[in-house]
């Protein structure tokens, strides 16, 4: 079993900079692939980014890419999103996943393959 906890969520203004953290527990070896994934209200739950174990195999959502960056610590078991240059279309309940096993290349996005998931953080964007 794993326990994931997500951290870092706020209010902020559009252009401006979020580091969200997840803490894994207990059996983290199990943790090979961690996403993120995030909803919106109204909206359906929506892929943003993995990274496998090793950290040297990342994806993200084309909305994200190029102002989100993974990251994972496996010496601390965390894993953290840096979000820069946020757009009020980023506010969402933002979620960690662990997947056993490496869903990818095709399949990382799917939800359905991750085994854990934390209670998610409030990210807030105001424009």
């Known amino acids: 079993q794993v326990q994931l906890v997500e951290s870092g969520g706020g209010l902020v203004q559009a252009g401006d900079s979020l580091r969200l953290s997840c803490a894994a527990s207990?059996?983290?070896?199990?943790?090979?692939?961690m996403g993120w994934f995030r909803q919106a209200p109204g909206k359906e739950r929506e892929f943003v980014t993995v990274?496998?174990?090793?950290?040297?195999?990342?994806y993200y959502a084309d909305s994200v890419k190029g102002r989100f960056t993974v990251s994972r610590d496996n010496a601390k078991n965390t894993v953290s999103l840096q979000m820069n240059s946020l757009k009020p279309e980023d506010t969402a309940v933002y979620h960690c996943?662990?997947?056993?096993?490496?869903?990818?290349?095709?399949?990382?996005?799917?939800?359905?393959?991750?085994?854990?998931w934390g209670q998610g953080t409030q990210v807030t964007v105001s424009s």
């Open positions: 996943a662990a997947a056993t096993y490496w869903p990818g290349p095709d399949y990382y996005a799917n939800a359905a393959l991750y085994n854990y």
């Open positions: 207990g059996q983290t070896f199990r943790t090979y692939a």
């Open positions: 990274i496998n174990w090793s950290g040297d195999t990342t």
